[in-house]
């Protein structure tokens, strides 16, 4: 019994003693947040490269930064996909035909992303596209160069989601071009 309650003794002053140095080293890490927080708010609100905005599927998403019949120049084009995250993206690269043509590579045979996943699927046929650069600029002020371009792309695929086109597969990102 008394190696027992030696036992309780130090477990509970060693925990204590823990939990002192633990408090006393969050209070001491609390110090130094005040300034780095300011900081992080006077940045502003950061986003991920390719953050999916509230209340689209992945699938509308790629149809609103990559799917344009015709030909717009990219500084208005890209107006539409800068303002769902209200920040320039630096490269975007938009395909000139219908998202019912480029969703029917999905249909085609698989083969490997960039990423290693093997949902990827390139079209049968080269298609017309722009390529957006940024040069210049801060949100809502972006300027582009445009660069047209003929070649295939490359897409992945998956399953829909339930308010997407009731497609087999649809595309859901721009993987490369070839």
Known sequence: MVINNNFALIAYTTTVSSLFLHRKMVLDLLKCFPPLLLLL??????YPLYALPKNLTKAQWFEIQHIQPSPLQCNKAMHGVNNYTRHCKRQ??????????VAAACEL???????????CHQSSKPVNLTNCNLTAGKYPNCSYKDSAQYKFFII???PPQKRDPPYHLIPVHLDKLV
């Open 41 to 46: 708010g006077l940045w502003g609100p950061v």
């Open 92 to 101: 975007n690269t938009f395909l000139h035909d219908s998202f019912q043509n």
């Open 109 to 119: 045979p698989k083969i490997v992303c960039k990423n290693g996943r093997n949902n």
């Open 156 to 158: 992945a695929c998956d």
